[in-house]
């Protein structure tokens, strides 16, 4: 299989800032570079697109070219044989940028993977006008790989399967390839939709930990030991997290923070103690007990801003009804991007 790997990996950050040799264990170089070697050692033809020579120390670039990787500074003729274009870029408008340059440039049939940098859904609704009109050949989803590649936690890949909205954004041969691919350098391949790989590959996955234990605790102690409706306790769960989610859209962490008054949060969430083996709710009410006088200024002093409470769901099906389908997703895919631009 021939891969492109754009992006090498900041080797400061990597083991300057956050030390991860000490910490984590491992070698440098770590990210795309590391990526780029285990792919071309497992006997694919790699090339590793950086255009930034200085992000990787002269050793490193020499153990990436020993192990068999082809390096470019050029991302467009980067893409002219690659049957994966993985994208290990910056955050956000950097990799929309890169997908749209290289997008003509890409063989038939190429498969576009993103990292942790965009959601692949985000990605192709960027795209989209291109992929529809002009490429309808080529396919975006993911290969996360959910830890830094170099360090003994980067056991497995993310692939970014068929969506829950039902998008047509690749073929079962293209996530094929995908996993195929990720499965080659001896790593578990996990796919799961395409909307869902941020949640559950990104490093928000720390939020989505927590809240998971927290709402299958609620969920057991609500409907089996409260004995509550089923449509009930999901309900308040619903509410929950889509409160949490609207005010850090508005406010920010902090504002979120401040509406919710952790002490005030604190002494309702203890009468939802009722077992003995609550380890998480226990964990949740020493953490937010013991905020530091720092953490507290910080909250106290935020602005909470105008927030709308709809659950999206909602919204969603009611701009349907009143605009119709069309432009309802339209507007929808709009909003997506905006997230990220």
Excluded at 258 to 278: C, F
Excluded at 311 to 338: H, N
């Amino acid at each position: 299989m021939k891969v492109t790997v754009y992006g090498a990996g900041n080797q400061k950050l990597y083991t300057e800032e956050l030390n991860l040799p000490e910490k984590y264990g491992g070698e440098a170089p770590y990210g795309g570079s590391r990526m780029a070697m285990e792919f071309a050692q497992a006997g694919h033809e790699v090339t590793l697109a950086e255009p930034v020579r200085d992000v990787l120390e002269d050793e490193h670039w020499n153990l990436v070219e020993e192990a068999g990787v082809t390096v470019t500074d050029n991302d467009k003729e980067a893409a002219a044989e690659a049957d994966v274009a993985v994208l290990f870029t910056p955050f956000g408008k950097g990799t929309i940028n890169i997908a749209r340059e290289i997008l003509p440039e890409l063989p038939e049939g190429a498969v576009i993977a993103n990292t942790c940098t965009v959601s692949p859904v985000v990605l192709y609704y960027v795209l989209e006008k291109e992929l529809k009109m002009d490429r309808t050949d080529i396919g975006v989803s993911s290969m996360h790989p959910a830890a830094v590649p170099g360090t003994p936690q980067h056991e497995h890949y993310v692939i970014g399967g068929r969506p829950t909205a039902e998008l047509d954004i690749a073929t079962d041969e293209q996530i094929s390839r995908c996993a195929e691919l990720a499965e080659s350098t001896g790593k578990t391949a996990y796919v799961v939709p395409a909307d869902v790989t941020s949640a559950v590959a990104d490093m928000g996955s720390l939020v989505t930990a927590v809240a998971l234990a927290g709402v299958l605790d609620y969920y057991y102690v609500g409907t089996q030991i409260i004995k509550a409706p089923e449509e009930m306790v999901e309900k308040q769960i619903l509410m929950t997290l889509q409160t949490m989610a609207s005010l850090v859209e508005t406010s920010g962490v902090d504002g979120m923070a401040r509406a919710m008054n952790p002490e005030l949060l604190v002494k309702s969430a203890r009468s939802m103690h009722l077992l003995d083996e609550q380890e998480e709710l226990d964990a949740a009410l020493r953490k937010i007990s013991q905020l530091n006088d720092d953490v507290m200024k910080w909250i106290e002093g935020a602005e909470v801003k105008h927030t709308d409470l709809v659950a999206a769901q909602a919204l969603t099906g009611e701009l349907k009804t009143v605009m119709g389908d069309r432009a309802a997703e339209g507007t929808i895919r709009r909003c997506m991007r905006k997230m990220f631009e």
